[in-house]
Nanobody
Framework: VQLVESGGGLVQAAASLRLSCTAS????????MGWFRQAPGKEREFVAV????????YDADSTKGRFTISRDNAKNTVYLQMNSLEPEDTATYYC???????????????WGQGTQVTVSS
């Protein structure tokens, strides 16, 4: 399974970005899809997850109300809409797939290569 992220970049604080992750997997709807991020010198951090049918989502407390995860199963793509970005959101963002909804990285069995998001103050 190949996961390819896109949409990262350099933006100013308060700006918005939308990340995309397209999967090559068959039966895309069978997988929960998650977003994680990792800043330099820090551990990988859960951001959000969405169920295979798109009906259930869970967000990290640090991004709740600002980030929204969604998916388009017809396009094998999951999105992360990021609004009101803060410098603390600067990190490499990864998408990953899991057999079930989970908030821990160990539950995910395939990962993308990551896309860099940098937020300047």
């Amino acid at each position: 399974v190949q996961l390819v992220e896109s949409g990262g970049g350099l933006v100013q604080a308060a700006a918005s970005l939308r990340l995309s992750c397209t999967a090559s997997a068959r039966a895309f709807t069978h997988y929960a899809m998650g977003w994680f991020r990792q800043a330099p010198g820090k551990e990988r951090e859960f951001v959000a997850v969405i169920s295979g049918d798109g009906l259930a989502t869970y967000d990290a407390d640090s991004t709740k109300g600002r980030f929204t995860i969604s998916r388009d199963n017809a396009k094998n793509t999951v999105y992360l809409q990021m609004n009101s970005l803060e410098p603390e959101d600067t990190a490499t963002y990864y998408c990953a797939k899991s057999p079930a909804i989970a908030r821990t990285a160990a539950a995910y069995d395939s990962w993308g290569q990551g896309t860099q998001v940098t937020v300047s103050s």
